[in-house]
Each structure stands twice: as C-alpha cells, then as structure tokens.
C-alpha cells in the first residue's frame, strides 16, 4: 500500500497550516499580544527566550543550527501551550529542511498538548498515521488513522491505509471487520464505495487462507459490483468451502451461466459432460451452443464431435418420449423420478413442466426438499419470474444454502438502478530514498 512520500508531506503539513509563532516580547509585544488573542495560545515566560533563539536560528542561512534546540524544547517538560508552540515550530523547520523525522516530533507533539485546532486534527492525525506506517509501526499507525478516520478524513487512501495496518499483522478478520465497517460508511453516503476495495478485501481474505473469509468476501464483491468476473469467483470461493455431489454441481453451473460466469472452456466442458451423464441432452445443447457463440467453443473443438453433435442427435427423439404431466410418468413415480424429469425438462426451457415436476418430487416419501427447492428457484428465475424465485431459494438450506443466497443476490440486482460510484482516490507517492 503506498503512502506520502517525504515530499509530498512537506507539503502536505504546509497546506494544513501550522501556528506562525511570532517574535517574542522584547521585539514585537504588540504582534504576540495580537497572535495570543487570535491562537488562545500562551507561551509561558520560562520557554519564551528559548522560543527566540530557535526562531533567530531559523531565520538564518543555516537554519539547521535551529534543530538541536528545537529537539532540546521537545525533550522538556512542558505546559499545554508550550509544547503546542514547541510541536510547531518542529513542524515548520522539519519542512525547511526535509526531516520527516523531525515533523513527526512536531506533530505528535501538536496533537499531544490537546491545543490543535478541530480542523487540523483531522489531518495532523492522518499525517501521525503516514509517518507510523512509513516506519512500519503498525499498532501506532493503526491509532492515528483511526482517529483520523473517525473525524472525518477522507483523503490520501486513508480507508485502504486503516484497514492494511490489520493486515501488516496478520490480522485478517479484524481487517476484513474494518474494510466491512469503511465499506458500510461509503455506501451510506451519496456515493457508492469504489470496485477496487471489494477487490482488496477480497484479495486479503485470499491471502488469509481461511476457505469461509475467502468465499464471504468474493460474494460480497459480486454483490457489489455483478459480473462474470465477479460472479464466477464467489462461485469457485463457496465451491472450496463444501463437497458438491454431481447433482449439486450441475445447480452451480447453472447459476454460473445465468450470471454470465462461465468463461473458458474448462468451464464449458465441465457443464456440458455434467449434463451428458445426466443425458440432459437439451442442455448439453444449450450450453454448448452458447459457448459457440460467444466464441469460446471452437468449431474444432473436440466438445462439438464428441458431445454437441451426439446431443444433438438424441434431441428430437427424447423430447417426445417425456412425459408432459407427473401423472403420465408409469408407476407411482419416485421424488427423484420425478425430480429427474424436471431436470430434463429445464433443459429444454420448459420451465412450467420443470417446476410441476420439482412439485410433484417434493410430495414423494423421502424427497430432498432442498433439491427440489433448488430446482423451483432455478426455473422460475430462468423465466424471469423473480418474486416466486426468491421464495422457492428462500426455504433452500443445508450445503446448498449458500447457492440459494447467490441466486437470490443476483435477481435482486437485475431490476436495482446503478448507484453512483466514488471514483477511486489517486495513488499516492511511495516514500522517497
């Protein structure tokens, strides 16, 4: 994560404004007497000749010689408003002569002596947090950018900057808490918080190893920001978390190609061999086609010789051989007879004789309710009927709950208006040599 380099803090904390202290007493009683009333600031007696000579030192050709005595008035022990005035002119000669070192004195002082302004503090603490970081001071860094955070600094990647201070420890569900909180704050305001977070976070619970954070945070992008990308990486995430049956696996490619998931032939292949086990020749078919079309199946691909055209064949044949009502199915007709035939069926976009199938499944002693469930939702939500989806996906449980969750995210974002995107904060400088 980049932070501001020394340069560019010099210019930063100029920018922020910094108290001016003027000359002292002797020279100017009048212009402090002014700055008190301005400042509320007092300087007490006893430091009052120190501050002199550090400003006349300052005011030379060798500035530098002001240092020693800066650091000197630092080291003391000292009143509110001394160590405020003795935090700035830190500040102040730090910029002069690029020592970051010594502006980090200045402002931990400044902020320290509880006389800041209110409308620096915001920026003083987020410049204590870039000098932390920079230093690789986690925990401290972690404090200052927090308070800045809570004041309402926006500026410089603070969010990305906060929530990176957790994972410099390792501390990635405290992290993840944190981008949850920034993220929660961004999308309450006028604005929608930036695609590139929910890739970060997302990235993190990657490098976390933890299968469940990992599978949270990919859907949690995908239901931000939907797309194939998005999409077909919060499918593999839950896919690492639970053992998927054949049948299992074949609900989550069909969620993959509503989603507009599926993106290379592996995944092709692997729905339309899923399907041909299953003789769905219909939706062997359809997908295959689709891959076609959109120019991931090749027309040399081995796909088309050995499973489409084969599929294709069978079509005409097996489509007439269906029942068109449970009734017509022979015998009493098991669930999972019954739930087969629906599967069929969805292939061939039939999707009212696929869900009067899945009903018909759900009455049978021993049915998987959730597979039928399952079943109902897809079809309905292939139909474009969404409100009778979410209620089938909505009494889906078990291992195949998080699938359920998936479909019910995606139709809701299918009729949501698109809300304006913050654009995403300018990198800011690594930290120069």
């Known amino acids: 994560m980049r932070f501001l380099s020394h340069f560019s803090m ?9 108290l001016a202290v003027t000359a002292l007493p002797q020279d100017a009683q009048a212009a402090k007497k002014k700055k008190e009333k301005e400042s509320e600031i007092k300087i007490s007696k006893e430091i009052q000749p120190q501050v002199a000579a550090i400003q006349a030192a300052m005011a030379t050709e060798a500035p530098a010689t002001a240092k020693p005595l800066v650091e000197a008035l630092l080291a003391q022990t000292l009143t509110a408003d001394d160590r405020f005035v003795a935090g700035q002119l830190a500040i102040q000669l730090g910029g002069t002569l690029k020592d970051t070192a010594l502006q980090e004195k200045g402002i931990i002082a400044s902020l320290d002596s509880g006389r800041t302004a209110a409308a620096q503090l915001p920026a003083f603490n987020f410049f204590a947090g870039n000098f932390a970081y920079g230093a690789e001071r986690w925990a401290d860094a972690a404090k ?29 569900p405290q992290g993840l808490a944190k981008w949850d909180e920034i993220l929660n704050n961004a999308n309450a305001s006028a604005t929608k918080a930036p695609e590139s977070w929910y890739r970060l976070a997302r990235d993190r619970a990657l490098a976390s190893k933890d299968k469940n954070l990992y599978a949270i945070w990919a859907t949690k992008w995908a239901a931000a920001y939907p797309s194939g990308d998005s999409w077909g990486d919060a499918v593999a995430a839950n896919r690492t978390t639970s053992q998927a049956d054949s049948v299992q696996n074949l609900e989550v490619l069909r969620f993959m190609k509503a989603s507009d998931s599926l993106k290379t ?31 991931i199946i090749s027309a040399t691909n081995p796909l088309v010789a050995e499973v489409l055209q084969p599929a294709q064949r069978e079509v005409s044949t097996d489509r007439a051989s ?7 199915v ?25 869900i009067s199938f899945y009903e018909a499944g759900l009455t049978k002693p021993g049915a998987d309710a959730n597979r039928g469930y399952m079943g109902i939702g897809t079809a309905h939500a292939y139909a474009g009927d969404y409100d009778q989806a979410k209620q089938a996906f909505s009494k889906v449980s078990g291992i195949r709950a998080p699938l359920a969750s998936m479909w019910t995210t995606w139709i809701d974002q299918q009729s949501a208006p698109a809300p304006a995107v913050a654009a995403p904060a300018a990198a800011v400088e690594e930290p120069a040599s």
């Open 322 to 328: 269906l029942p068109a009502q449970p009734s017509g």
């Open 265 to 295: 032939t592996r995944d092709y292949k692997e729905y339309a061999e899923e399907a041909q086990r299953k003789n769905l020749f219909g939706e062997v078919v359809a997908v295959l086609e689709e891959g076609k079309q959109k120019g």
């Open 330 to 354: 022979r015998g009493s007709g098991s669930s999972s007879v019954m739930m087969n035939f629906a599967d069929v069926w969805l292939g061939y976009k039939d999707y009212s004789k696929a």
């Open 144 to 172: 200052y950018f927090q308070a800045a955070y809570d004041l309402g600094y926006r500026d410089n990647n603070i969010q990305p900057l906060l929530a990176e201070t957790f994972f410099k420890r390792n501390m990635y």
């Open 10 to 18: 010099a210019v930063a904390l100029a920018t922020a404004g910094t």
